[in-house]
Antibody
């Protein structure tokens, strides 16, 4: 079964760029009707959708973060990545990577769900 | 982008049923049958419970069910069990090809 694992620095200084990678195992990042997504959760708060990227190059981002977010895929490494620039303390959160299914091949219809998820990685923005 | 409003907390006794609401607008919940629900235990990643408003993935108990009326989606948990105590989040596809999560609801099993 497909598994996701986030990796990257746990501490980033204010104004710098947060960089995270999600490694996909048990399946190819290039196959299927999926978006590869990032979602974050500040401590004690709810989930916030950051954005998504597909192997076709299609991408969508949270309008509130769009100017600072870059996402990309590395199919040779079966990985996808997130870069968030000009970080502040408000960007401190657990960051999750997740696979979003957007088309159900069994029913031939558009759909939307997140599964699986990575275990999450805490990124703290502090000097 | 604001989170979809959910009640901050709900509670119920073992065996009872509870319902968690997720209030959207005509730009998200009201226009698309693309609402999903997730369960999150402390320190764990969210787990998919419901997708496309009412569908349950394989392996999810039939005690979990979803519905939608107008701009409001709902998750019902019947036959409450101690292990259901967790945070619950709705998620909806929204106009502009974005996704919105709910603010989350903490379920306490008394």
């Amino acid at each position: 079964q497909v598994q996701l694992q986030e990796s990257g620095p746990g501490l980033v200084k204010p104004s710098q760029t947060l960089s995270l990678t999600c490694t996909v195992s048990g399946g190819s990042i290039s196959s299927g009707s999926f978006y590869w997504s990032w979602i974050r959760q500040p401590a004690g708060k709810g989930l916030e959708w950051i954005g998504r990227f597909s192997t076709s190059g299609s991408s969508n981002y949270n309008p509130s973060l769009k100017s600072r977010v870059t996402m990309s895929l590395d199919t040779s490494k079966n990985q996808f990545s997130l870069k968030l620039s000009a970080v502040t303390a408000a960007d401190t959160a657990v960051y999750y990577c997740a696979r979003e299914t957007y088309y159900d091949i069994l029913t031939g219809s558009w759909t939307n769900w997140y599964d699986p998820w990575g275990q999450g990685t805490l990124v703290t923005v502090s000097s | 982008q604001s989170a979809l409003p959910q009640p901050a907390s709900v509670s119920g006794s073992p065996g009872q049923s509870i319902t968690i609401s997720c209030t959207g607008t005509s730009s998200d919940v009201g226009s698309y049958n693309l609402v999903s629900w997730y369960q999150q235990h402390p320190g764990k990643a969210p787990k998919l419970l419901i997708y496309e408003v009412t569908k349950r993935p394989s392996g999810v108990s039939n005690r979990f069910s979803g519905s939608k009326s107008g701009n409001t989606a709902s998750l019902t948990i019947s036959g409450l069990q101690a292990e259901d105590e967790a945070d619950y989040y709705c998620c909806s596809y929204a106009t502009g090809s974005t996704l919105l999560f709910g603010g989350g609801t903490k379920l306490t099993v008394l």
